[in-house]
């Protein structure tokens, strides 16, 4: 039981505070993604109406491509920020609370020859990649765990 109030108080006094700013962030880079998707309307029907009217797909590929690439160059950095400041805010407090011995490091992951030692993985690796490393000592058992796409 105490340990469910010393999370609910965690939670209430660290996490809330920032999870609401972050929550507002999200809502910022949402309204972003609309302002975008608005002005890309016009176009995207221009380029549509002339690629059938003259039989020729190519305005309705370049005015994809662009879109594409102003999402990738100005979208993608938003969710890239975001999801760094929500791993460092909130999810090093998690793994904190859960014991303070642990280090987590958000870029990191177990390497790969760590993972193929472990034996989970019985075919040949043919790309790997992680994040989320979190290593430490309890009690007396070493362990360090990531997400990996293999």
Same mark, same amino acid.
Request: aromatic share 12%; glycine share 2%; hydrophobic share 40%.
């Given at each position: 039981?105490?340990?469910? &109030? ?13 999870? /609401? ?16 998707? &608005? ?11 002339? /690629? ?12 994809? %491509? ?52 472990? %034996? ?9 990649? %992680?994040?989320?490393?979190?290593? %430490? ?14």
């Amino acid at each position: 039981m105490s340990e469910k &109030i010393n999370l609910e108080n965690l939670y209430n006094t660290e996490l809330k505070p920032k999870l /609401s700013k972050l929550d507002s962030q999200r809502i910022e880079i949402i309204n972003k993604i609309k302002k975008y998707f &608005i002005i890309s309307i016009i176009p995207v029907a221009l380029s549509i109406y002339l /690629s059938i009217n003259f039989q020729n797909p190519i305005p309705i590929i370049a005015v994809a %491509g662009i879109f594409i690439l102003v999402s990738f160059f100005k979208i993608n950095p938003l969710w890239k920020e975001y999801r760094a400041q929500f791993k460092e805010q909130v999810i090093k407090e998690i793994i904190k609370f859960i014991n303070s011995s642990l280090n987590y490091s958000p870029t990191d992951k177990i390497s790969q020859s760590e993972f193929v030692k472990c %034996g989970i993985f019985r075919t040949k690796i043919d790309r790997y990649r %992680g994040d989320d490393l979190v290593k %430490g000592t309890i009690e007396s058992t070493q362990m360090e765990f990531s997400e990996v796409h293999a």
